[in-house]
């Protein structure tokens, strides 16, 4: 069962860039990772997927352009560069993985494809 923890988060002006870190998303092959967010009031949504079968990345048209998903397998953790923030960027985002779910892949930006979640870390954008 992974454990996954967060951190990169933080207070940012809007044009500013974060880096997200997700320790312990392991070494899974054949799944997705991905991140999610959810801002008050809202539902989650999904941001941006990896699909580590292959080479596919996802992402969300909101951030399409701006953020970039990514994974160190040597250092078991995944990344989300987040540049050009903007204030409806600003929610809790949590890292997510599944250990074997090829199916993924058709509905990555899904949370139901992921069995793992975070506890997240908060991203604020306000000037």
């Known amino acids: 069962q992974a454990q996954l923890m967060e951190s990169g988060g933080g207070s940012v002006q809007p044009g500013e860039s974060l880096r997200l870190s997700c320790a312990g998303a392991g070494d899974y092959s054949v799944t997705c990772m991905g991140w999610f967010r959810q801002a008050p009031g809202k539902e989650r949504e999904g941001v941006a997927a990896?699909?580590?079968?292959?080479?596919?990345?996802y992402y969300a048209d909101s951030v399409k352009g701006r953020f970039t998903i990514s994974r160190d397998k040597a250092k078991n953790t995944m990344y989300l560069q987040m540049n050009n923030l903007k204030p409806e960027d600003a929610a809790l985002y949590y890292c997510?993985?599944?250990?074997?779910?090829?199916?993924?892949?058709?509905?990555?930006?899904?949370?139901?494809?992921?069995?793992?979640w975070g506890q997240g870390t908060q991203v604020t954008v306000s000037s």
């Open positions: 990896l699909y580590t079968g292959g080479s596919s990345t």
């Open positions: 997510a993985v599944d250990n074997f779910n090829p199916g993924c892949q058709w509905a990555p930006l899904s949370g139901d494809q992921y069995a793992f």
